[in-house]
């Protein structure tokens, strides 16, 4: 029994038929897990994709279960990590072990998913929501995939995909980055910018397409997220598949961009910021 049917036994008695991935390109797949996407590049059946980010923990099941609905037994060339927060690596270690595939992440982000460095505590004082609410008791410590984990090249490419680009988007961390094609423009902002309020727990269930800054509760320097806005802004993206949301896309999007970029200040940073 090879590890593909070993994994089907165990989860014949989970319920996986809401496991699949939605389209938004032929290429260019995500799926909600509860909290955050994750999201899957390149076309169906395919011996050459990657996976974008690795959920919430004990997702990987549900994960590697919409993998194989869109793949089949194709195991990733390498999953790609935005960024480290407890929400978009709770998975990665699971996926890592059972495709055997490598970690990349920038390498100002390394030391948090290596067990080396620990992020600054939440801030329920932001508001917003019962998520601000809940941060302080959401997972905090980091996680250890130093076995798979590899730094980005420094020159803004990424392994095994010749039309993206990633563009370092810091701000909510040091090592957030977000990935760009330039043909059709889209981009995958993961938390640098999301489609949803990422404080409300309302929006979980009820989404709503919005353009919102970073999650207040854990973005660590306000003035590098601004940047990290106006980089965004100036792509002018046509379609964002955000960390949090559904897609968004066309002059809707872009608008609402350019009036987050302007409306900073009053828009995104919190006024009870505790730093």
Same mark, same amino acid.
């Given at each position: 029994?090879?590890?593909?049917?070993?994994?089907?036994?165990?989860?014949?008695?989970?319920?996986?038929?809401? !496991?699949?991935?939605?389209?938004?390109?032929?290429?260019?797949?995500?799926?909600?897990?509860?909290?955050?996407?994750?999201?899957? $590049?390149?076309?169906?059946?395919?011996?050459?994709?990657?996976?974008?980010?690795?959920?919430?923990?004990?997702? #990987?099941?549900?994960?590697? &279960? &919409?993998?194989? *609905?869109?793949?089949?037994?194709?195991?990733? %060339?390498?999953?790609?990590?935005?960024?480290?927060?407890?929400?978009?690596? +709770?998975? !990665?270690?699971?996926?890592? *072990?059972?495709?055997?595939?490598?970690?990349?992440?920038?390498?100002?982000?390394?030391?948090?998913?290596?067990?080396?460095?620990?992020?600054?505590? &939440?801030?329920?004082?932001? +508001? +917003?929501?019962?998520?601000?609410?809940?941060?302080?008791?959401?997972?905090?410590?980091?996680?250890? $995939?130093?076995?798979? !984990? *590899?730094?980005?090249?420094?020159?803004?490419?990424?392994?095994?995909?010749?039309?993206?680009?990633?563009?370092?988007?810091? #701000?909510?961390?040091?090592?957030?980055?977000?990935?760009?094609?330039?043909?059709?423009?889209? $981009?995958?902002?993961?938390?640098?910018?999301?489609?949803?309020?990422?404080?409300?727990?309302? !929006?979980?269930?009820?989404?709503?397409?919005?353009?919102?800054?970073?999650?207040?509760?854990?973005?660590?320097?306000?003035?590098?997220?601004?940047?990290?806005?106006?980089?965004?802004?100036?792509?002018?993206?046509?379609?964002?598949?955000?960390?949090? +949301?559904?897609?968004?896309?066309?002059?809707?999007?872009?608008?609402?961009?350019?009036?987050?970029?302007?409306?900073?200040?009053?828009?995104?940073?919190?006024?009870?910021? %505790?730093?």
């Amino acid at each position: 029994m090879d590890k593909y049917e070993e994994q089907s036994h165990i989860d014949k008695d989970l319920d996986m038929d809401h !496991a699949e991935a939605e389209a938004v390109y032929e290429d260019v797949a995500f799926y909600r897990t509860l909290l955050v996407n994750v999201i899957m $590049l390149g076309k169906p059946e395919s011996d050459d994709w990657l996976l974008i980010d690795a959920g919430i923990a004990h997702y #990987g099941k549900r994960i590697i &279960a &919409a993998a194989e *609905k869109r793949y089949g037994n194709k195991p990733p %060339r390498a999953i790609i990590l935005t960024h480290g927060h407890f929400d978009h690596v +709770g998975s !990665a270690k699971e996926l890592a *072990k059972f495709w055997d595939v490598p970690i990349y992440a920038h390498e100002q982000e390394l030391d948090f998913i290596t067990d080396k460095q620990v992020y600054p505590p &939440a801030d329920p004082t932001v +508001g +917003g929501g019962m998520f601000s609410l809940l941060s302080p008791i959401f997972p905090q410590r980091p996680v250890n $995939l130093k076995k798979w !984990a *590899k730094a980005l090249p420094d020159d803004g490419s990424i392994p095994f995909l010749d039309e993206w680009k990633y563009i370092h988007t810091p #701000g909510h961390t040091p090592g957030h980055i977000s990935l760009f094609r330039e043909k059709d423009k889209t $981009l995958l902002s993961g938390d640098a910018i999301v489609t949803e309020n990422p404080e409300s727990s309302f !929006a979980v269930f009820f989404p709503l397409k919005k353009v919102y800054g970073p999650p207040a509760y854990f973005t660590q320097d306000w003035d590098l997220a601004e940047e990290s806005v106006k980089k965004i802004v100036d792509l002018e993206p046509n379609v964002v598949v955000a960390g949090h +949301g559904l897609p968004m896309e066309g002059e809707q999007l872009r608008k609402q961009l350019r009036e987050l970029s302007s409306n900073f200040l009053t828009e995104a940073i919190p006024k009870n910021k %505790r730093h």
